[in-house]
């Protein structure tokens, strides 16, 4: 969260043109989202919960919407709500990788 918070704070960030801001958005906030998952679950869970998971999903999202508003204010930023869908589908998309993680992982029969 502090490396997000970081880069959101400036606007001299590095350009990177294969790579779209919108991947970048998903990958953060996919990576994001599975820390949350790993926290709110107590560690890599044995199978999925719905409480731990949607408080996951709940507190990624927020993060995404928190950091779109402090954009707002930083010189050179803009706030983007295709961005905040990006951290959205990033939240989503780590809930569906824990599920396939927790369905599929070595060991389960």
Do not use: N
Request: hydrophobic residues 55%; glycine residues 10%; aromatic residues 12%.
């Amino acid at each position: 969260m502090a490396l997000l918070y970081l880069a959101s704070s400036t606007d001299d960030l590095p350009s990177v043109d294969l790579i779209s801001d919108k991947v970048m958005h998903l990958a953060a906030y996919t990576f994001l989202g599975l820390l949350f998952l790993r926290a709110f679950h107590g560690g890599m869970p044995a199978g999925m919960r719905w409480l731990p998971t949607l408080a996951a999903v709940a507190a990624t999202v927020s993060y995404g919407g928190l950091d779109e508003i402090h954009q707002g204010f930083v010189y050179g930023r803009v706030r983007d709500p295709a961005d905040f869908a990006a951290d959205t589908g990033g939240a989503l998309l780590a809930v569906l990788l824990l599920a396939a993680w927790v369905r599929f992982a070595p060991g389960k029969p």
